[in-house]
């Protein structure tokens, strides 16, 4: 049972444009989102959160969006840079689930190609 | 500052065997958990340590466990290795009170079990 659902495995833009990567989860006490980016041979690097009470968090060219009555968030790039090209993984969490604030529910990751 | 170092960064079992996986988290965090990702999945969450005590489990089997040093380092590990077990280990360091977005994760340990 997956709770967290990246649905789109790879997604190609052309540099310049948006870049939308997609989330839906179905655990609704989850209060806290986050993005996160990995490259080949890297760890993920954390890029963006979003706390339940908002419906929105931006970033510089990184927006987030959250859509709780529909549970959904989207990821916004733009404009999108051949660098951005990553694994996006979409991440969820309950503050204090099993006394662990850490403890992470991950998506399968959706793979950007930014084309130059 | 010091990133998180995770060691080996790859290595190679037989089922059965057991494994220690090693890491050292980032200079000033006192809070390490660990992650399991299998190809093509996203990580899951083995464990969280914070002051030498679990702080928090997945849905992993007994024979996974760990350690926390008095440095904050920490270790995994795995007893009666399964042909499951081959996955990238991730280990992220953080303060406890940072939460998941002040994570710091290393680039992993990849176990293969034949």
């Known amino acids: 049972d997956q709770q967290v659902k990246q649905n789109s495995p790879s997604l190609s833009v052309q540099e310049g444009r948006i870049s939308i990567l997609n989330c839906d989860y179905t655990n609704s006490m989850f209060d806290y989102f986050l993005w996160y980016k990995k490259y080949p041979a890297e760890g993920p690097t954390f890029l963006i959160s979003?706390?339940?009470?908002?419906d929105k968090n931006e970033d510089g060219r990184f927006t987030v969006f959250l859509n709780k009555s529909a549970k959904h968030l989207s990821l916004h790039i733009v404009p999108s840079q051949p660098g951005d090209s990553a694994v996006y993984f979409c991440a969820a969490s309950v503050a204090g689930y099993g006394g662990s604030q850490g403890n992470l529910i991950f998506g399968k990751g959706t793979k950007l190609s930014v084309k130059p | 500052e010091t990133g998180v170092t995770q060691s080996p960064t790859h290595l190679i079992k037989t089922r059965g065997q057991q494994v220690t996986l090693r890491c050292s988290s980032q200079s000033g965090h006192n809070t390490v958990s660990w992650y399991q990702q299998a190809l093509g999945q996203g990580p899951q969450f083995i464990f969280q340590y914070y002051r030498e005590e679990e702080n928090g489990r997945g849905n992993f089997p007994p024979r996974f466990s760990g350690l926390q040093f008095p440095n904050y380092s920490s270790e995994l590990n795995v007893n009666a290795l399964e042909l499951d077990d081959s996955a990238l280990y991730l280990c992220a360091s953080s303060l406890i009170m940072a939460g998941a977005s002040g994570y710091t994760f290393g680039s992993g340990t990849r176990l293969t079990v034949v």
């Open positions: 979003i706390s339940s009470i908002k």
